[in-house]
């Protein structure tokens, strides 16, 4: 008896901004990227994306404009196509979005280098109560100079003491969340109180980066922690991930070049005592589809005719770090030795999958980045682009995808009508949400009631559980109350 077939996460990835991984886009006649700032266009989305059962909005964010190419600080080749620039806080608009859907769930971008923990549970806090449940914190550390610069630093803190922060943050938030207040703080409160005031406590956390006595000045919320997301691929993100992430957004050109990042997340999470089957891998990916291959392709190449090139190489500066303006029109990256080592690689490897022929200078670059930045693509009819996803969960072992749009909403529009009826046909999407109304944590695990962390996860030593004088992790020393 052949085993039940793994069943998809689906989420739509996007960004409070005229463009995400679409730079010029905002051109093309049917797009509303341009309305970023329309709270009813968010709505109007969120709304659309519940009917067809997606698990949530995955929110991008970036604290920064992309000035490396042509730079240093340079923002005019970003801001004509508008490549991520300028961009809103997607947090503000998760309660408006709740407001008008009962399951949808709402990730969101936040940086552990630039807000401090104390602010930042509190607004976490206060978006899981708002949304009864549906947030989830996509924890990052950010990535550009220009972010740094303008939080009072001349250049980013060293990459790996920004992963050695965000540990001691986690557990900072994890204190606040889930060891600030009893679980029965509120529900077993005397007569006459609001909370009981022996069930709400300072957390008393000094650490090598934070000091921070408490108490959580938010009630718990349904989650207490949001469900945590995590998208670092090197080793200390990695790490990172392994240890404190439910979930795992990776990148990569193809299946084959991701599963090494899978197997090795699963297997430090293993380590770190978690079961490493519990971890939701899910790997980004455009997607064209449309009734036969060919009007697919022929829609991908109507979309990338209104792309920025400039906005594009504007946005691999920012995430690789290197000016390609330095170099020249006709250059093949594959090929110069002056080139970073890394800027061959990434390169050479989106050469692998590409015609023979073709010479990978700039022009070559930004037409492979223009739609879909530089992740997987497909384009195809629903079978085409539904095999390949099916191959993609098998050989990169990811537990489902977030799917970027090259317009919005109709990328998103044409995933709906052609590629989610043949999921569904071939039985990897579900129908309805696991738990309809339910929190984040219980659809995208699948199971009524678990709405907390898991008793695996490190976060998990820090409940405060009804009865309890102190948490367990309190000492007498530190456990006093408020």
């Known amino acids: 008896m052949s085993s039940p077939k793994k069943q998809f996460i689906i989420n739509a990835f996007a960004m409070q901004a005229p463009g995400h991984l679409n730079p010029g886009l905002f051109k093309y006649p049917q797009d509303k990227g341009s309305q970023y700032n329309n709270i009813k266009h968010w ?29 240093p600080s340079n923002l005019n080749p970003t801001i004509p196509g508008a490549a991520q620039f300028p961009i ?17 769930g709402f990730g969101v971008t936040a940086s552990t280098t630039y807000e401090l923990p104390y602010a930042l549970a509190r607004k976490f806090s206060t978006v899981d109560q708002l949304s009864n449940g549906r947030v989830a914190w996509n924890i990052v550390t950010s990535y550009l100079d220009s972010a740094a610069r303008n939080f009072n630093l001349n250049t980013q803190i060293e990459h790996d003491k920004r992963y050695r922060i965000a540990h001691e943050y ?13 679980d029965d703080a509120v529900s077993a409160a005397p007569k006459g109180s609001y909370a009981d005031p022996q069930g709400v406590r300072q957390i008393h956390h000094k650490g090598k980066y934070f000091n921070v ?60 005592g978690r079961d490493p089957q519990s971890i939701k891998i899910v790997a980004g990916l455009l997607v064209i589809v449309a009734e036969t291959d060919e009007k697919a392709r022929e829609k991908y190449e109507l979309l990338a005719s209104y792309g920025d090139r400039e906005g594009a190489l504007a946005l691999f500066g920012g995430w690789s770090g290197y000016d390609l303006g330095k170099y020249g029109d006709d250059e093949d990256f594959r090929f110069l030795d002056t080139a970073p080592p890394a800027v061959r ?42 095999d390949e996803l099916e191959r993609w969960a098998e050989v990169a072992d990811v537990d ?50 678990a709405s907390r962390l898991p008793d695996s996860h490190p976060g998990a030593k820090y409940f405060w559980k009804a009865g309890e004088k102190i948490p367990k992790y309190a000492n007498q020393t530190n456990g006093h109350s408020i």
């Open 43 to 71: 709505q109007a989305v969120a709304q659309k994306l519940e009917a067809a059962k997606f698990h949530a909005i995955f929110f991008a964010d970036v604290l920064g404009g992309y000035d490396v190419y042509k730079g």
């Open 170 to 182: 986690l557990d900072v938030t994890y204190k606040l969340w889930e060891g600030s207040w009893r």
């Open 345 to 386: 690689s990434m390169v050479n490897h989106w050469a692998s999958s590409s015609p023979q022929g073709t010479k990978w200078n700039k022009k070559t670059i930004a037409e492979h980045l223009i739609l879909g930045g530089n992740g997987a693509k497909i384009i195809g009819s629903p079978k085409t682009v539904a």
């Open 400 to 449: 489902g995808f977030n799917f970027s749009y090259a317009t919005i909403p109709e990328t998103f529009d044409d995933i709906i009508e052609h590629l989610i009826p043949e999921l569904r046909r071939r039985g990897v999407f579900w129908d309805d949400y696991a738990v309809p109304g339910g929190t984040l944590r219980e659809n995208y695990l699948g199971t009524k009631g």
């Open 88 to 104: 809103n806080d997607p947090l503000y608009s998760v309660p408006a979005m709740a407001a008008v859907t009962e399951s949808i």
């Open 213 to 272: 006595p408490g108490p959580h000045i938010c009630e718990p919320s349904p989650q207490r922690t949001p469900f945590l997301f995590q998208a670092g691929t090197s080793s200390a993100g990695k790490t990172f991930a392994a240890t404190h992430a439910e979930a795992i957004f990776l990148n990569g050109h193809t299946a084959e070049l991701v599963r090494p990042s899978v197997d090795s997340i699963r297997a430090q999470a293993k380590e770190f």
